[in-house]
């Protein structure tokens, strides 16, 4: 088992930069992904980005994300970083961390392959 816990969303103008936190703590020996997911209000979870175990391996969703967010993992710590910056009114959502055992390469893009999921951190951009 893999427990999960997102910080540092919160309320931010848009333009703004805020840094999400993906705090690992269980099993966390084993290698694993990480992925971040968002879910709007009315909207279903989307995919955001995913880094490899070792952080040599990351992904994104397509754009509007691509050019202005960034992931990061350092595993002294067990965490998993999202920096988001230029934020816009439409990345207002709840934020999701989700980890998953990492047996290949390939590093996880769809919800249904994670095993392990946090609570959620709400980001608000205000227009």
């Known amino acids: 088992q893999v427990q999960l816990v997102e910080s540092g969303g919160g309320l931010v103008q848009t333009g703004g930069s805020l840094r999400l936190s993906c705090a690992a703590s269980?099993?966390?020996?084993?290698?694993?992904?990480v992925g971040w997911f968002r879910q709007a209000p009315g909207k279903e979870r989307e995919f955001v980005a995913a880094?490899?175990?070792?952080?040599?391996?990351?992904?994104f969703a397509d754009s509007p994300v691509r050019d202005r967010f960034t992931v990061s993992r350092d595993n002294a710590k067990n965490t998993v970083y999202l920096q988001m910056n230029s934020l816009k009114f439409d990345d207002t959502a709840v934020y999701y961390c989700?980890?998953?055992?990492?047996?290949?390469?390939?590093?996880?893009?769809?919800?249904?392959?994670?095993?392990?999921w946090g609570q959620g951190t709400q980001v608000t951009v205000s227009s």
């Open positions: 269980g099993r966390t020996a084993s290698p694993y992904a």
């Open positions: 880094i490899s175990w070792n952080g040599g391996s990351v992904h």
């Open positions: 989700a980890a998953t055992a990492q047996l290949t390469l390939d590093v996880p893009t769809t919800a249904s392959s994670y095993d392990y």
